[in-house]
């Protein structure tokens, strides 16, 4: 008689819910040979619906009294358009980078929501979906939040950073980008031997600020999202404790107090996570602007 299924213990719950849906299994910290199908796929419906939303915002704009929708469309737009120009001063750029900064805030905003769902309604519909096709349904995995998934997060602010030289060989030409690179932040000087050692430096400082800034614009919001789907998990398992035990009579208590103060705060999380990664944009973006 094949043995009876056994409840999860906690870490084995928290290693499941923290495994993508992948086309192989991740080894080494860094392989590029992963493709973590999940994030994909949830942050290109993401995509598709922010771009209706915003479509759909646009499509139906009246110069009368405004609807509540567009109202806060309208609001975010502003919004969007005044630190576009506090950090712009371009206005042929900011024709495309503050649609973009609009996008990029929206978007984030709807992939950070996804942690706002139930932790284990779209795994256990997936498990469903994944044991009717003839799978076992124990190894179905699925993780809703591609923010909290450091290829996304980190591919988002490697996009970025393509624009940030794109905008300064545009903006500066790249005679006068190379010649950014080679004389800020330390300048330069008449003598050959030290215009050559400071130039050396002034590029290896350019080159690191240009991998720090990329890096933790990146990590910032995959930390604070990684962290916020590990709280929900933990406190998942209170109410899963307190259905496995008699003894936890005050867990389910403890589990809905937590899981509505942490969901009433991480409103604010998910908010301010999209406003700064879109605020870091145009300040980059801005920078590419402006001469050392």
Request: glycine share 8%; proline share 3%; aromatic share 10%.
């Amino acid at each position: 008689m094949a043995a009876e299924a056994h409840a999860p213990t906690a870490s084995e719950y928290i290693v499941h819910h923290l495994q993508h849906l992948q086309n192989v299994n991740q080894t080494k910290i860094v392989d590029f040979t992963v493709v973590n199908y999940d994030s994909i796929i949830v942050g290109l419906v993401l995509g598709a619906l922010t771009l209706l939303i915003l479509w759909s915002a646009a499509r139906k704009a009246t110069s009368g009294v405004p609807g509540r929708f567009q109202a806060a469309v309208e609001m975010l737009v502003e919004m969007v358009d005044n630190q576009a120009k506090a950090n712009i001063h371009n206005a042929e750029s900011r024709k495309f980078i503050a649609p973009l900064g609009l996008t990029v805030f929206v978007w984030i905003f709807l992939i950070n929501f996804m942690d706002m769902l139930p932790v284990d309604l779209l795994p256990a519909i997936w498990a469903q979906i994944y044991g009717a096709a003839g799978h076992d349904p124990h190894h179905a995995y699925l993780r809703v939040v591609p923010t909290a998934d450091l290829s996304t997060t980190l591919g988002l602010a490697f996009a970025i950073l393509i624009l940030r030289f794109w905008y300064s060989v545009k903006i500066k030409g790249v005679g006068g980008w190379g010649h950014e690179l080679v004389s800020a932040p330390f300048g330069t000087s008449k003598n050959p031997i030290f215009a050559l050692i400071l130039g050396v430096v002034n590029l290896l400082m350019q080159v690191i600020e240009y991998v720090a800034n990329t890096v933790s614009h990146g990590m910032r919001l995959f930390g604070n999202m990684y962290a916020g789907e590990l709280v929900f998990m933990l406190i998942a398992l209170m109410g899963g404790a307190a259905a496995l035990s008699l003894s936890g009579v005050l867990l389910p208590v403890g589990h809905v107090i937590a899981g509505t103060i942490w969901t009433l705060f991480h409103i604010l999380v998910i908010s301010l996570q999209a406003f700064i990664f879109m605020m870091l944009a145009l300040i980059y973006l801005g920078q590419a602007h402006n001469a050392h």
